[in-house]
């Protein structure tokens, strides 16, 4: 917990929340390294895990104000609301970067992920037996994930909740993506792409008084797969937040060398250079899934050549975005030095 805020603390928690929900949207990329990068990752667990029993009492007895103090509602209403925005905004802006210049998105998320191991690495001064082991570990753990192959589609609404659970880890582990946990899981099209898609038009339809939505099946069912989805994705944000805060609590160098080890493991998932190898039948063609969509079976991966404009065009945005990570975490300091 902190002190009152400022307005321009307010508004950069907006800021760090559109961050957030736009590395979280992205595969590969973890809107965790966001929190812990500028310097929120503690207060954003310590605040999720007062979720508990007690704040539930507060709200069954009416004791909303109480309520909103005991679960710090001012930093998490804040920086939820920037990820809303997010999502329905600059998301949609980088799903259309993805499309028509994917090699440079790709870039400047790869350089965020070496900006952020930057500056974690460079204050742990806590290397020790149990630590290394524990680095590696993460590294291990997080190379094996980038080469694992993606499963296939399933609409399964129990697998639906679990693949909630599982996708809110990108927001509560720095270095593992949510997005990509969805991808190998075989649900990121359903989940984030025609489930988001389908809550957007049904707002657009509502907000011109159009109701025929609810005579189509298929948006009714997409959007009580969305449902289901938020309410895993809701259990798994709690649950996971009271874990690590006890993790962070009695074994913070352990899981900090672990979270190093991690995002370094991570950074084949972002290599910027990378061929889509989509999943074909017996004669070539690519497998189309139950919405349409092209199958992903993986990625291959190669070096860039260096005689290409396009390839140095792609470390100038390497560099951007390690900038505009470092730039997250000079602001904290600055505002830290300023108090």
Avoid at 265 to 284: H, Q, R
Wanted: hydrophobic share 50%.
């Amino acid at each position: 917990m902190r002190a009152e805020r400022t307005f321009m603390d307010k508004i950069f928690l907006i800021i760090k929340g559109l961050f957030m929900g736009a590395a979280n949207k992205v595969p590969g990329v973890s809107g965790g390294i966001v929190a812990f990068v500028a310097g929120f990752y503690e207060e954003f667990i310590y605040s999720l895990q007062k979720i508990n029993l007690k704040a539930f009492r507060l709200i069954l007895n009416g004791r909303f104000k109480s309520f909103y103090k005991y679960v710090n509602g001012q930093f998490l209403s804040l920086l939820i609301f920037g990820m809303l925005v997010s999502y329905f905004s600059i998301s949609k802006i980088l799903d259309y970067f993805l499309e028509k210049n994917e090699l440079y998105v790709w870039a400047a998320f790869f350089g965020m992920i070496l900006g952020s191991i930057y500056y974690i690495s460079k204050d742990f001064g806590h290397w020790n037996k149990k630590t290394i082991i524990s680095g590696i570990l993460g590294l291990l753990i997080g190379i094996s994930i980038s080469f694992l192959n993606p499963a296939t589609e399933n609409d399964n609404l129990f697998f639906i909740f679990f693949c909630g659970i599982i996708s809110v880890s990108g927001m509560t582990l720095p270095g593992l993506s949510g997005s990509f946990i969805l991808i190998l899981l075989g649900n990121y099209v359903l989940l984030l792409v025609d489930s988001v898609n389908a809550l957007y038009d049904t707002f657009a339809d509502l907000m011109e008084g159009n109701f025929s939505f609810v005579t189509n099946p298929r948006r009714l069912n997409t959007l009580k797969i969305l449902t289901v989805f938020t309410l895993g994705s809701a259990t798994g944000l709690v649950t996971l937040s009271h874990i690590l805060s006890y993790v962070l609590k009695h074994h913070k160098n352990i899981t900090t060398a672990v979270i190093i080890g991690f995002i370094t493991g991570s950074l084949g998932v972002v290599w910027p250079w990378k061929k889509t190898i989509l999943k074909t039948d017996a004669l070539g063609n690519a497998l189309i899934d139950s919405n349409g969509n092209e199958v992903i079976l993986n990625y291959e991966r190669f070096i860039p050549d260096l005689g290409r404009m396009e390839s140095w065009w792609a470390i100038f945005y390497m560099v951007i975005g390690a900038g505009v990570l470092l730039g997250l975490e000079w602001y904290g300091r600055y505002r830290s030095y300023k108090k």
